[in-house]
């Protein structure tokens, strides 16, 4: 379900997003990192034979010169450019991994979700074995799609709520509740997506890590002072203006399935103190995310090619792909029927 927060910032696309802790950019031509990008040569006797990579090949030499390709904590931070995806598989395979993708498709949100598995079938976690978690109040109505080989649906009723907002709210007690079954230890990695998107381009075992968060798209290129923190110290979601890395999208999280479900346990926890306290979260589960990543840091940063809604924002030169987007819908429509 994604919020109108979108619209906050959507035009600010310069060279700067989402502010460090002193206030630095993203997205800087000052920053550069050269030795990510040094050519080498080298020479190693291996079984009596000579290895020589060429002049100027190199060990690693992402293209990408004027973005943050790491986080102040040595996080790396995922751009098209950054990563080899073949050295990747190679490794992953080996580790013979099982992908959990969790998705809340309830009320009228279910529409969107033949696209969701679809475009998912095409793009997301393409050769290894994936189990989709539905989490659904309409278990009758959820479409039947052909899935390949090792990868398998798991339908999962959920009741509904009156407002969209406790729907999205409860997802973080849903997820923590189903990681605490004997069924989640088929799974290595859980990634959490909203349901009214679709995938249109590679989204792979490069995003895979302990937790990841997802730079959001309205603001990666936004002063820290604009980030729509919640900023009521009686909240537990609360940051006050002087701290904050970035600003992360509820839309798409994940990890390892123990980091995960101590994510989502966490987030659940600190909401019910703010429904005791009679106080809700400006961007509800989104706003505990966001305190969550702060005290407890991602080993990844999704860049916003993982989030983007071409219906909102313009595609900017910066971003080379756009792997995961919004849907086109009517906001008040959906989400109260």
Request: glycine share 6%.
């Amino acid at each position: 379900m994604v919020p109108q927060q979108w619209t906050l910032a959507g035009k600010k696309l310069g060279l700067a997003v989402a502010r460090r802790s002193r206030g630095s950019s993203l997205l800087q031509p000052a920053l550069r990192f050269p030795a990510l990008s040094m050519r080498t040569t080298y020479s190693q006797s291996h079984h009596g034979k000579k290895m020589v990579a060429a002049a100027g090949s190199a060990l690693w030499a992402p293209r990408l010169r004027d973005v943050l390709v790491l986080t102040p904590w040595l996080a790396p931070i995922i751009w098209e450019g950054t990563f080899n995806i073949d050295i990747l598989n190679e490794q992953f395979r080996l580790q013979n991994i099982t992908v959990g993708l969790s998705v809340f498709a309830v009320k009228k949100y279910i529409t969107f979700l033949r696209l969701f598995l679809e475009s998912a079938e095409q793009h997301f976690m393409v050769g290894y074995r994936v189990t989709y978690c539905v989490f659904t109040d309409r278990p009758a109505d959820v479409p039947q799609v052909g899935l390949g080989p090792g990868r398998r649906l798991a339908v999962l009723p959920v009741r509904s709520y009156p407002r969209w907002q406790d729907v999205s709210m409860h997802r973080m007690q849903m997820i923590s509740q189903f990681l605490e079954q004997p069924s989640r230890q088929e799974m290595d990695y859980l990634v959490c997506a909203d349901v009214d998107m679709k995938f249109q381009d590679h989204v792979g075992v490069e995003i895979l890590t302990p937790l990841f968060g997802t730079l959001h798209p309205g603001f990666y290129t936004s002063k820290r002072d604009a980030f729509t923190y919640e900023r009521r110290p009686q909240s537990q979601a609360y940051i006050p203006h002087d701290q904050g890395d970035f600003y992360y999208m509820g839309a798409f999280f994940g990890g390892s399935v123990a980091e995960v479900h101590r994510l989502t346990k966490a987030c659940h926890v600190a909401m019910a103190v703010d429904r005791a306290n009679n106080i809700e979260a400006v961007w509800h589960d989104e706003s505990h995310l966001n305190k969550y990543l702060l005290l407890r840091k991602p080993t990844k940063v999704l860049s916003p090619e993982y989030l983007w809604d071409l219906h909102m924002l313009p595609w900017p030169s910066v971003l080379k792909k756009l792997r995961f987007v919004a849907v086109h819908k009517n906001h008040q429509e959906i989400r109260n029927r």
